[in-house]
Antibody, heavy 121, light 112 residues
Framework: QVQLQESGPGLVKPSETLSLTCTVS????????WSWLRRPAGKGLEWIGR???????FYNPSLKSRVAMSVDMSKNHFFLKLSSVTAADTAIYYC???????????????WGRGTLVAVSS | DIVMTQSPDSLAVSLGERATINCKSS????????????LAWYQHKPGQPPKLLFF???TRESGVPDRFSGSGSGTEFTLTISSLQAEDVAVYYC?????????FGQGTRLEI
């Protein structure tokens, strides 16, 4: 059974860079699409971006200028960096795997439990 | 971006009664070449990751009770719980994966 686990600092200062790691166990990170999402308090789910095999990335245009994703396939980890954070970036951050069907990048079939990141001085 | 709008925002239903949640997309999420609706439903409880309920609008994920059903096509979709159980209290989201950026409805809070 594939399992995902987010990790990283729970507190980041304004204007600094938020860095998170997603550890994938029970399956290979290779040949799947992986995404980061977040849910600010009192709001709905927001998709941040996706990546594939360290080759292709697609970021939400609303965050594109501040987001970078990467992967370490040797460790089955993938990463999120979000720069110049503000209080509006305070949220629970999730990593998730896309289901693949006949080449279609489809829904999220596995999620991490999420990690709360607060932006505050 | 495809905007997903759910109704209602919150819903209180008695145990054993039917609950219906609607989801509308600002453009069709039906891919005509394969006749698939690129629409999923998730159940989200506090402290847990979102749980996949349906994909392709009406394909039930393994392990999801059959009191849950998903329907609809094009731009209008419905999640129905035929007989509400206490464990169904959660926030429910629809999600389109037809186009990136992938988007979600604002969520419907289901209470007893």
């Amino acid at each position: 059974q594939v399992q995902l686990q987010e990790s990283g600092p729970g507190l980041v200062k304004p204007s600094e860079t938020l860095s998170l790691t997603c550890t994938v166990s029970g399956g290979s990170i290779k040949d799947f699409y992986w995404s980061w999402l977040r849910r600010p308090a009192g709001k709905g789910l927001e998709w941040i971006g996706r990546m594939y095999n360290n080759q292709t990335t697609f970021y939400n245009p609303s965050l594109k200028s501040r987001v970078a994703m990467s992967v370490d396939m040797s460790k089955n980890h993938f990463f999120l960096k979000l720069s110049s954070v503000t209080a509006a970036d305070t949220a629970i951050y999730y990593c998730a795997r896309h289901y693949r069907f006949r080449g279609i990048i489809a829904h999220f079939d596995h999620w991490g439990r999420g990690t709360l990141v607060a932006v505050s001085s | 971006d495809i905007v997903m709008t759910q109704s209602p925002d919150s819903l209180a239903v008695s145990l054993g009664e039917r609950a219906t949640i609607n989801c509308k997309s600002s453009q069709s999420v039906l891919f005509r070449s394969n006749s698939l609706n690129y629409l999923a439903w998730y159940q989200h409880k506090p402290g847990q990751p979102p749980k996949l309920l349906f994909f392709w609008a009406s394909t039930r994920e393994s392990g999801v009770p059959d009191r849950f059903s998903g329907s609809g096509s094009g731009t209008e979709f419905t999640l129905t719980i035929s007989s509400l159980q206490a464990e169904d209290v959660a926030v429910y989201y629809c999600h389109q994966y037809y186009n990136a950026p992938f988007t979600f409805g604002q969520g419907t809070r289901l209470e007893i």
